[in-house]
């Protein structure tokens, strides 16, 4: 069997898995966020809070929740690490240095995880499980609220409350994300994947220090990682270790756990405004740009565009030879589609093609499916952009899910917008202004490349590492993490600004002149306006990087 239909029958597995799931674990989610009794676990934990579960709250109370719960899980988060010298099982590492600290704090409360240092050599087993690993389940938590709070504020009418954050945030923990961390964990035990807490023996790397090999709860931290919550890993070299991903079924399962929550979170938002078919529109997207990412990606990785790649006759540098260069680029373009950030390929090592594929998956927002939560939440935002302008086309006021699309809304959602472009291209232009730029691999449009798309991954809260590029610095983790910072917050303000004034409108009876938003039609027409935009605005820095690179 060739390479190429390997790869075609590796994606065409993941598609129908994905479709057998989207019903029955969208249906779980939804029963999850729409349901009203509580366990005694979570009772226990409303009391120890002080929250009343039948309180409501306006979308002004959600947003500052959430700004409160995030500003504390980043100052426990530095100083857990600042003082890990003094913590139980902290292997005897020094305290994180302040920059770095920093930097890892926000990358994980804002579901980046952006890492600029090796797990293994830099934090203890205590910091790693009871720092990383819970934002790995909260800040993954907190998108989730935030999309179904923006649900609520299309399925209901004439009220300025969306549902309890504490309670929304208690239950998709405990029902949603650690249930499948932990069947997605045991599935990759069986594979291989390692699970222990053993300090294991030293190896020497190649800059003459030690690393341990073993340690750390490897195996559910690879699950969290792949379910979308968490760009880091343990080992320095992420997803292409043999202890994280042993086999070939291993990578399958890894990709299909970082897009099973975003593809089945369309069936949340279709049951939630007593419309299943507003959710198959919303899925039918995310599935057209994604097959579009994955088949490109795999069609210039393939193609092996460039002197030695032909010449060889593969692009195999930077890919591990066990997932070959098919299943590497569909790994590749299902860590960039959403805000997974794991890797199992080295993505500076791509031809000039290739990597643009990965740098423009993030630019698109990470709507296709995107990460968990915010994906949809995005999708959406561009879904009101569209009905906006569908609107202008005829001269009526644009309508969505039986609400108007005004002058406020529309501002909300480009301002939305906005924020992730403006934050990658002023830090890119900082970079260079500033002559920090110098420390990346490569000069030219490679270099310009690995710069902007550092940037771009920590805006839009991947998280994943073009590579090639030295970020261990006080500039670039200042840098990175104000764009992980206001990437994520700002953002998320909008939305909940959005859903506030939905939820206080009257419901607008469908008529003649209302754009059908469940057909094909309007389908192309998000899919047209997300490309549009995205190619508006980065275009001109695609052209002077990896467009001229390929070139």
């Known amino acids: 069997m060739s390479m190429t239909t390997a790869g075609v029958l590796f994606v065409l597995s993941l598609v129908a898995a994905l479709v057998a799931v989207y019903r029955p674990f969208g249906d779980h989610m939804y029963r999850v966020v729409s349901g009203t009794r509580s366990s005694r676990v979570e009772r226990g934990i409303y009391r120890l809070v002080g929250v009343n579960p039948a309180a409501e709250q306006s979308w002004g109370v959600y947003a500052r929740s959430v700004m409160a719960f995030s500003a504390v899980s980043i100052l426990f988060l530095y100083a857990f690490q600042r003082l890990q010298n003094?913590?139980?099982?902290?292997?005897?590492?020094?305290?994180?240095?302040?920059?770095?600290?920093?930097?890892?704090?926000?990358?994980?409360?804002?579901?980046?995880?952006?890492?600029?240092?090796?797990?293994?050599?830099?934090m203890g087993h205590l910091v790693q499980m009871a720092g990383l690993s819970v934002q790995n389940f909260v800040s993954a938590a907190v998108g989730i609220a935030v999309a179904v709070a923006l649900i609520r504020g299309f399925a209901r009418s004439r009220t300025g409350e969306l549902g309890n954050f504490w309670v929304d945030l208690t239950r998709i923990t405990l029902r949603i994300l650690l249930p499948a961390a932990v069947l997605g964990a045991l599935a990759l035990m069986i594979g291989g994947a390692v699970q222990n807490l053993s300090g294991g023996s030293d190896i020497t790397t190649l800059?003459?220090?030690?690393?341990?090999?073993?340690?750390?709860?490897?195996?559910?931290?690879?699950?969290i990682k792949e379910l979308g919550t968490n760009g880091g890993g343990f080992y320095n070299v992420n997803s292409a270790h043999p202890f994280e991903t042993p086999t070939t079924w291993t990578n399958w399962l890894q990709i299909f756990l970082i897009l099973l929550i975003p593809f089945s979170l369309p069936r949340v938002f279709g049951r939630m405004v007593g419309q299943n078919r507003q959710g198959y529109s919303i899925a039918a997207v995310m599935a057209i740009l994604a097959l579009a990412s994955i088949t490109l990606t795999n069609v210039f990785e393939l193609a092996g565009n460039g002197t030695v790649p032909q010449a060889v006759g593969a692009a195999l540098e930077g890919k591990e030879v066990r997932f070959d260069v098919s299943n590497s680029a569909t790994f590749a373009a299902a860590t960039t589609l959403t805000s997974t950030g794991a890797v199992n390929s080295f993505h500076d090592s791509y031809t000039a093609l290739g990597g643009m594929m990965t740098l423009g998956n993030m630019m698109l927002g990470e709507v296709a499916p995107g990460g968990v939560g915010s994906g949809l939440y995005g999708l959406l935002i561009l879904a009101?952009?569209?009905?906006?302008?569908?609107?202008?086309?005829?001269?009526?006021?644009?309508?969505?899910?039986?609400?108007k699309i005004?002058?406020?809304?529309?501002?909300?959602?480009?301002?939305?917008?906005?924020?992730?472009?403006?934050?990658?291209?002023?830090?890119?232009?900082?970079?260079f202004a500033t002559g920090d730029n110098a420390r990346a691999l490569n000069v030219g449009p490679h270099g310009l490349s690995e710069v902007l798309y550092a940037f771009a991954s920590a805006a839009n809260n991947n998280g994943s590492a073009f590579g090639g590029i030295t970020v261990n610095t006080t500039w670039w983790d200042t840098a990175l993490g104000l764009c992980m910072l206001l990437g994520r917050f700002l953002p998320l303000i909008f939305v909940l600004a959005l859903a506030g004034s939905l939820a206080r409108q009257q419901p607008t009876p469908a008529s003649e002149g209302t754009l059908p938003t469940h057909r094909?039609?309007?389908?192309?027409?998000?899919?047209?306006?997300?490309?549009?935009?995205?190619?508006?605005?980065?275009?001109?820095?695609?052209?002077?990087?990896?467009?001229?690179?390929g070139l």
């Open 520 to 549: 094909p039609l309007f389908v192309g027409m998000v899919v047209g306006v997300t490309v549009v935009l995205v190619a508006l605005t980065f275009l001109p820095a695609l052209a002077l990087g990896p467009l001229a690179e």
């Open 207 to 223: 800059t003459g220090g030690t690393q341990h090999v073993t340690g750390g709860p490897v195996a559910s931290q690879e699950v």
């Open 86 to 122: 003094h913590l139980w099982l902290s292997l005897g590492f020094d305290p994180v240095v302040p920059h770095g600290a920093w930097n890892t704090a926000v990358s994980f409360v804002t579901n980046t995880n952006w890492q600029s240092y090796s797990g293994e050599s830099t």
């Open 406 to 431: 005004g002058s406020r809304e529309i501002k909300l959602a480009s301002l939305y917008f906005l924020i992730t472009p403006a934050l990658v291209l002023a830090g890119t232009a900082a970079a």
């Open 384 to 403: 009101v952009i569209t009905v906006f302008v569908a609107g202008l086309m005829v001269g009526r006021t644009p309508e969505y899910i039986g609400k």
